[in-house]
């Protein structure tokens, strides 16, 4: 099991990341794969940063997806990886999620989260 956060020590765990600002390709490659995750704009989570907020009411869970810097390679490019911070209860507990290393990966994610609440919403009844 993750080991769960407070808001401040998330925020400082993405801090220690050498994070790379996001690009429009990246971010819509994130929310366009996902229509049951959405972009929010936050002044704590700036995209520029290396930092997405995103919101799922249908999850009811928030994100933070941090891009940061994985590996250089010879010729100078930098490689990313997306680390997904998952926040519940309204944003009072968060836990360190997946790492992968594309953008298409973290809307694949999101696709699989979605997928997975509803099995358990048909297995179990609706959570309320």
Do not use: C
């Not at 956060?5 to 690009?23: G, I």
């Not at 929010?40 to 891009?67: A, R, W």
């Not at 696709?111 to 358990?120: E, F, G, K, N």
């Amino acid at each position: 099991m993750a080991e769960r956060l407070t808001l401040p020590e998330m925020r400082a765990t993405a801090a220690h990341m050498n994070r790379l600002p996001y690009t429009d390709a990246d971010i819509a490659a994130i929310t366009r794969a996902t229509p049951a995750v959405a972009s929010k704009l936050s002044p704590k989570y700036d995209p520029s940063e290396g930092m997405l907020y995103l919101v799922s009411n249908q999850l009811h869970m928030e994100f933070v997806v941090v891009k940061s810097l994985r590996k250089r390679t010879l010729f100078g490019a930098r490689r990313p990886n997306y680390t997904v911070m998952m926040g519940f209860e309204h944003g009072e507990v968060w836990e360190q999620g997946p790492t992968v290393a594309t953008a298409r990966a973290v809307a694949y994610m999101f696709t699989r989260m979605v997928q997975a609440d509803q099995w358990m919403d048909e297995e179990y009844g609706r959570k309320k």
